[in-house]
Structures are given as structure tokens and as C-alpha cells.
């Protein structure tokens, strides 16, 4: 057929036109010189945006409550993560005004007096809901052993421990296998005994019926006063290899074991997979989150391979689960890029606290980008604060992880809008979603 030739002529500008459409919304392999100018703008924007920290553990030096674990004498610890950081002396500068250019103990008692000086003037919880303005943070989850009397449960969500539930027994081979665990198992007796206080329990129950009530007794209780998820910190103790035992074998070890002896391991690890999936199930019927640690750890025996995130996978695809909210914190670093598809899962989100302190902003950003591009609804932004010693508490690495998180986000940001990924305004949207309405919505609104 023959076209006319004003037909023709509007065939191929309408050609044309849809090349030129599909040229401009082809993504390139790498930014343009506008990067740096998408990047100052979208700086600005993040910083703006109130954040919600899925997970930090705020508190100072001297409370034992911070945390359910504590350090292992002399452990090794990542450049960034040491003391002597000098973006740390930055932190103390943006939150404190502090006027030296190092931490020699002279300079650093203005440093202590002034955080003193702030406590009196906002006493109770009034001293570290200032350290959420500074930061540009509403809220905070509390991620604790027990909760303080100084943190505003309104900005400070608790999320408390399940570990201990999985250690009832004679845990003298467990604590033998290595230094960390001579540190980390008395720590989780200890847990379990305060749990076993809280209920007016004073020995462990005779029938295994009586301790799985007991568990369940354990989390009403911790949810009324304020609890929206319990963590794991497994991956320090054993494997994150879960079988799947049916109940009567667990039930014969409890009986064995529960007024004395010393279970073999696997009689232990066959008893602690029921339990964990137990608590799991519990999760999804009580709708309370289950927090899992899923990155490397503390310690100088933390065995990498075993605590693996992929070794999570049969537990999180498993679909007597699927009610049950999973969040993997500290996104399986250094497996990131695998733990993202787990989030694949509707159930499954990511946190991304710890990277971005392990890690420097051009490293961290590479990880956000590729979560951006893969699961961008799935991210949660946390700073994994934590209070370093007398001098260098929770308020520096907390404002330390929040301003290495928002300049990674901008720079990652900046390259996808560079590269024709995404607009500008996609862009602010996953800001939000990231730094604050993605934890939000995990939640159902629970939290702000």
C-alpha cells in the first residue's frame, strides 16, 4: 500500500517522536554531570524529612539495660566503629557546640560536664528527646533489655529479647565452646531469670505445657507495657539454621533437662529450633514483629558462615509464617545483596542500621542504591546507636548514623535521578518511605 505523502510525513514524526519518548526514559550505566547539583538539592530535602529509627539502643554508658548482650573484653572493632573516629569529634561538635579538635581526657571533661549540664536543664526523659530534635528524629525504637525511666515511651518504642527462652538449661558446654560465649550465654540466663521474675515464676515449671505458657505470658505482658516486636540476637550463640522438630521431641528433651543435667548440643539445638519457631508462630498470632540480628557481630568468634542470612530462608518462606511480620536488622551485612530478595516476601522487611556505620557514605550508598532499585518499599532506615563509653555516648553515634544515612541516601538518589531511573519527585518519595513511612506502615500506624 502506498502512503500519501502527508500520511508518510506524520508516520515518521510520530516515529520520531516515540524514539525520542523511549531515548529519554532509557536508564543510563552511569550519572551525568548533574549529579553533584541533583545532589546538594535533594541534601537539603532529606534533612528535612523527620525520621524513624527502626532500631538503635539509646542509654547511657552505666546502664546495664542497654542491650541484652554486652562486649567481649578487647574485641576487635571495624575502623569507623572505634572510639577514636573522628567524625565522632564532629558529632560532639553539631550536638554540643564542642569547641577542641580532639578527645585528650582535659578537653574531654567539657564534654562530659556539658552533657551533665543538659540533663539538669531537661531533666527525666527530656534530655534524650532533645537529642531526637537535634538529629531531626521523631522516634526512636528502643531496642533494650529492659526500658529506662529516662526515655519517653511516646518517641522510644521498646523492642525486647527472645534469645533466653531458647537457653533454659545447664548451659556449662555452651558457655565453654569459646570466649564470646563465657561473655554472651550467663547474659542470657540472666535474661531469662528476670523474665522468670517478671511472672512470679521461681523455677522452671515441671511440664513443658507450663514453659511454653509461660513464654506466652512473658510477651502479653511485655506488649502491654509498650513492647511492638521482639529481637533476636541468635546468631551470636549458634547457627541460623532452623530444623523443624515436631513438638513431642522437644517436649521429651524439656522433661529430660529441666531439673538438671547438661544436654548434648544437639539435643539443645533440636530443643532451641522448636522454640524459635514457636516464637515465631507466636509473632504472627499475637501480631507483634519478630526482629532477627542478621549481620556480622561483636566478638572475635562470631562465625560468619553459620549465621548467614540465607540460612534464614526456610523460616522466612515457610508458609505457617506468612502472618508473621519478619524484619532481618542490619540488612545480612555483608550479604546485603542477597538479604534484599528475601524481601521479596510480603512479610519481610530490611533494616539498615549498623551498614552505615561499619561502612563510610560512598560505600553505604551503593548498598541503598541497590535496595532503592530492588525492594524500595521494603527499607528501613536505623542508626544501631549505641553509647561508646563515658565521653562518646549514644548522642554521637546517633547523629553520626543519622547523617551518614541521609548523605548515602542523597548520593544514591542523585545517581538513580542522574542516570533516568527515576524523577526527582520518585525520588522524595523513596526519602520518605526509607527514613520514615516504610517502618510506619510495617507497623499498621502503631508508631509514629
Not at 505523502?5 to 524514539?19: C, D, H, N, T, Y
Not at 533466653?164 to 531469670?193: C, Y
Not at 515441671?206 to 502491654?224: C, H, P, Q, S, T
Request: aromatic fraction near 12%.
Amino acid at each position: 500500500m502506498k502512503l500519501s505523502s502527508g500520511l508518510l510525513r506524520g508516520f515518521v514524526l510520530a516515529m520520531v517522536a516515540s524514539s525520542s519518548v523511549l531515548t529519554a526514559a532509557q536508564a543510563r550505566p552511569s550519572p551525568g554531570p548533574d549529579v553533584q547539583q541533583i545532589y546538594q538539592r535533594l541534601q537539603s530535602a532529606i534533612d528535612k524529612i523527620p525520621a524513624f529509627d527502626h532500631h538503635a539502643h539509646p542509654g547511657f554508658s552505666d546502664d546495664p539495660d542497654v542491650d541484652a548482650m554486652a562486649a567481649p573484653p578487647d574485641a576487635s572493632e571495624p575502623l569507623r566503629t572505634r572510639d577514636d573516629n573522628p567524625e565522632l569529634i564532629a558529632a560532639a561538635k553539631a550536638l554540643f557546640g564542642y569547641p577542641y579538635d580532639d578527645l585528650s581526657p582535659e578537653h574531654a571533661k567539657w564534654l562530659i560536664a556539658k552533657k551533665a549540664e543538659l540533663r539538669k536543664q531537661y531533666p527525666g526523659a527530656g534530655y534524650f528527646d532533645l537529642i531526637l530534635d537535634k538529629i531531626n528524629t521523631e522516634s526512636s525504637v528502643a531496642n533494650r533489655a529492659m526500658m529506662a525511666d529516662y526515655l519517653d515511651p511516646k518517641r522510644f518504642p521498646w523492642v525486647f529479647f527472645a534469645d533466653s527462652f531458647m537457653w533454659p538449661f545447664n548451659n556449662e558446654r555452651e558457655t565453654a565452646r569459646n570466649p564470646d560465649e563465657g561473655v554472651f550465654i550467663p547474659l542470657q540466663e540472666k535474661m531469662l531469670h528476670r523474665w522468670m521474675q517478671q511472672e512470679n515464676v521461681s523455677k522452671l515449671p515441671a511440664k513443658f505445657a507450663d514453659y511454653l505458657e509461660f513464654i506466652v505470658r512473658v510477651l502479653d505482658d511485655n506488649m502491654k507495657k509498650g513492647g511492638i516486636a521482639m529481637k533476636f540476637e541468635v546468631a551470636y550463640f549458634r547457627p541460623l539454621t532452623f530444623s523443624d522438630p515436631p513438638r513431642s521431641q522437644a517436649e521429651e528433651i524439656y522433661q529430660k533437662y529441666a531439673s538438671g543435667g547438661v544436654p548434648s548440643e544437639q539435643e539443645y539445638r533440636i530443643f532451641q529450633d522448636y522454640i524459635f519457631r514457636f516464637l515465631v508462630g507466636l509473632g504472627g498470632r499475637l501480631n507483634i514483629p519478630v526482629h532477627i540480628h542478621t549481620a556480622v557481630g561483636i566478638g572475635d568468634y562470631f562465625n560468619l558462615s553459620q549465621s548467614n542470612v540465607m540460612n534464614l530462608e526456610s523460616v522466612l518462606r515457610d508458609p505457617r509464617y506468612v502472618s508473621t511480620t519478619f524484619v532481618l536488622i542490619h540488612g545480612g551485612y555483608p550479604l546485603e545483596r542477597q538479604a534484599i530478595w528475601l524481601a521479596a516476601m510480603k512479610n519481610v522487611y530490611i533494616d539498615s542500621s549498623f551498614g552505615e556505620l561499619a561502612q563510610y557514605p560512598s560505600a553505604f550508598k551503593e548498598t541503598l542504591k541497590m535496595w532503592l532499585e530492588t525492594f524500595p518499599e521494603k527499607i528501613t532506615f536505623g542508626t544501631d546507636c549505641f553509647p561508646y563509653n563515658q565521653v562518646l555516648g549514644a548522642e554521637e553515634s546517633y547523629w553520626l548514623g543519622a547523617k551518614s544515612s541521609r548523605m548515602a541516601l542523597a548520593a544514591a538518589l542523585a545517581e538513580m535521578i542522574s542516570e533516568n531511573e527515576i524523577s526527582e519527585a520518585r525520588a522524595l518519595e523513596l526519602a520518605h518511605g526509607y527514613l520514615h513511612d516504610n517502618a510506619v506502615k510495617l507497623y499498621g500506624g502503631k508508631v509514629h
